[in-house]
């Protein structure tokens, strides 16, 4: 295909497909619904090649594919994605490549997104932009990036891993072959260590670990995650953590931190000053954080939380349809629950959408927030944004500048300090999408 031209194409080729500078490739396959696509989006797609596949310089390459129920993608959105190749996939400079692939229910992208995801990974993670975070995994063969690239994921390491200063490192996962990474990359997580995980000063550790489905973290995140270390993890000085799971004792972080996440822990949880805790855990299927969100939690606490003043609470919990939101919107609502809510000054409750039988459409310029299903009590002091969205029978969509937070089902007490923001997603029956 010669320069500057536009292709679209429903493919499922038996070769090799190569796709020459300048060329904008657009495809949608093996989908079991229907697709629907609004206007000014490039999506471009080749899947389930028997062959190689080779991207040339300044592509986009985009994706949606084996959807078992309907997409629709809205205006000013790059969907790009390269999937179950059962070759080797060599990605050439200034590429950027993303996906969202085998969703079971139906995915809605609200205006202005980028949703970026390589699926069909056995514990698939998948993060979104303004991350420049890239994910191949399970690949028969080997991975090669070349320059500029940016990688994302080391997991299933048998031994331990030392990071030296200065380094990103993103994620090579799950790999049956060698993988080589070529200059100026970045690469964040190791996960699944036997041993001790140490990270040294000035790193940004990422990772997303042990999810029974697919988790995506948004954009403007430092995201990352240690868990089920068989060892002691040790991170020095300023150094971005997000996540500790599953921890069997307590878990304390020193100031200036930015920790993302501490679940299931068997003890207590003692969270100091000036930190950004954030969590998704026990996802049953995929999560999906669109750009422009803060999404935070702790999760499964039996207990009460407690949370400072300026809290915003947001939630839609148990919807029966999807629920599909559009620009600008703030969604608020406190319901069912089974115990006492108590919120705190300059908290603001709007709507509730819960138990919806059907889909739930809400035009511009709404203000929905919602804390649904707690069985204990929970007191929410100021300064805080909490926001959430659990137990979705379905699917649930939010468009741009949402803040959706939640903190549900604590096993224990979860106490945070003065200026944290706390947000969460958690037991989602089905994929969420913000």
Do not use: C, H
């Not at 062959?51 to 986009?60: A, G, H, K």
């Not at 080391?154 to 993103?170: E, H, K, R």
């Not at 049956?176 to 000035?202: A, C, E």
């Not at 803060?294 to 003043?309: F, H, P, Q, Y």
């Amino acid at each position: 295909m010669s320069g500057y031209f536009t292709f679209t194409a429903v493919i499922d080729r038996s070769r090799t497909i190569v796709m020459s500078d300048y060329l904008n490739i657009t495809a949608v396959i093996n989908l079991s619904r229907t697709i629907v696509m609004s206007d000014n989006f490039t999506i471009t797609a080749v899947i389930n090649r028997s062959r190689t596949i080779v991207l040339s310089d300044y592509f986009t390459m985009m994706t949606v594919t084996d959807l078992s129920r309907t997409i629709v993608m809205s205006d000013y959105f790059t969907i790009t994605a390269v999937i179950d190749l059962s070759r080797t996939t060599v990605m050439s400079d200034y590429f950027t490549i993303t996906a969202v692939i085998d969703l079971s229910p139906t995915i809605v992208m609200s205006d202005y997104f980028t949703i970026t995801a390589v699926i069909d990974l056995s514990p698939t993670i998948v993060m979104s932009d303004f991350f420049t975070i890239t994910a191949v995994i399970n690949l028969s063969r080997t991975i090669v990036m070349s320059d500029y690239f940016t990688t994302t994921a080391v997991i299933n390491l048998s031994q331990t891993i030392v990071m030296s200063d200065y380094f990103t490192i993103t994620t090579v996962i799950n790999l049956s072959r060698t993988i080589v990474m070529s200059d100026y990359f970045t690469i964040t997580t190791v996960i699944n260590r036997n041993r001790t995980i140490v990270l040294s000063d000035y790193l940004t550790m990422t990772a997303v670990i042990n999810l029974s489905r697919t988790i995506v973290m948004s954009d403007y995140f430092t995201i990352t995650a240690v868990i089920d270390l068989s060892r002691t993890t040790v991170m020095s000085d300023y150094i971005s953590i997000t996540a500790m799971i599953e921890l069997s004792p307590t878990f304390v972080m020193s100031d200036f931190f930015t920790i993302t996440a501490v679940i299931d822990l068997s003890r207590a949880i003692v969270i100091s000053d000036y930190f950004t805790i954030t969590a998704v855990i026990d996802l049953s299927r995929a999560i999906v954080m669109s750009d422009y969100f803060t999404i935070t939690a702790v999760i499964d606490l039996s207990r009460a939380i407690m949370m400072l003043d300026y809290f915003t609470i947001t939630a839609v919990i148990y919807l029966r349809r999807t629920i599909g939101m559009s620009d600008y919107f703030t969604i608020t609502a406190v319901i069912n629950l089974s115990r006492t809510i108590v919120m705190s000054d300059y908290f603001t409750i709007i709507t509730e959408v819960i138990d919806l039988s059907r889909t739930t459409v809400m035009s511009d310029y709404f203000t929905i927030t919602a804390v649904i299903d707690l069985s204990p009590t929970i007191v929410m002091s100021d300064y805080f944004i909490i926001t959430a969205v659990i137990n979705l029978s379905r699917t649930i969509v939010k468009s741009d500048y949402f803040t959706i937070t939640a903190v549900i089902n604590f096993s224990r007490t979860t106490v945070m300090s003065d200026y944290f923001t706390i947000t969460a997603v958690l037991n989602l029956s089905r994929t969420i999408g913000m």
